[in-house]
């Protein structure tokens, strides 16, 4: 059976849906916003996991309406409150890239892209680092209108902007 690792939002409650759409052994690991910062005590706790469960896919979720990502795009109530001021500067810049990249605003799904298209990069290079390279790392968007995962766009759809002069 495979094994999967979904790193989530808490506040999407996407973990029963998750089960009753994926049919493999899942495992959860948590984070306001997919907000968790790639350290050396997240890195250790995800490879042990990894290690000891031998799991093979990680999805990066979040869903359309997720309400950290809607507070980081309009009031931004919640950056002081419990700590999101950093993640909340990287939404926003993913935001203004999207504006830039592709001349539209309030693009949610490609927002979210940008941002778990980031996260993946990130996480694929600490696990690279561990020899851990075999292990596929992918994201998904929950549509709760469509009641579906979406697949976030490629990573080449979400390029980054660069001056050059």
């Not at 790193?7 to 899942?26: A, G, H, R, V």
């Not at 042990?48 to 869903?63: A, R």
């Not at 600490?126 to 709760?144: A, F, H, M, T, V």
């Amino acid at each position: 059976m495979n094994k999967t690792l979904f790193l989530l939002c808490p506040t999407d409650c996407l973990e029963t849906t998750i089960n009753n759409t994926y049919e493999s052994k899942n495992y959860f690991y948590t984070s306001l916003g997919n907000s968790f910062v790639v350290d050396n005590s997240t890195i250790k706790s995800i490879k042990e996991l990894i290690l000891k469960q031998n799991i093979k896919n990680i999805y990066f979720v979040l869903s359309n309406d997720n309400k950290i990502i809607l507070d980081a795009l309009e009031s931004q109530s919640f950056s002081e409150n419990i700590g999101l001021k950093n993640f909340y500067s990287e939404i926003i810049k993913q935001k203004e890239t999207s504006e830039v990249m592709w001349l539209i605003t309030n693009n949610r799904h490609l927002i979210i892209s940008y941002f778990l298209n980031h996260k993946i990069k990130e996480l694929q290079l600490e696990l690279d680092k561990l020899s851990l390279n075999s292990i596929k790392i992918r994201g998904k968007i929950y549509d709760r209108h469509e009641t579906a995962f979406k697949n976030i766009y490629s990573s080449l759809t979400c390029l980054e902007s660069h001056c050059l002069n």
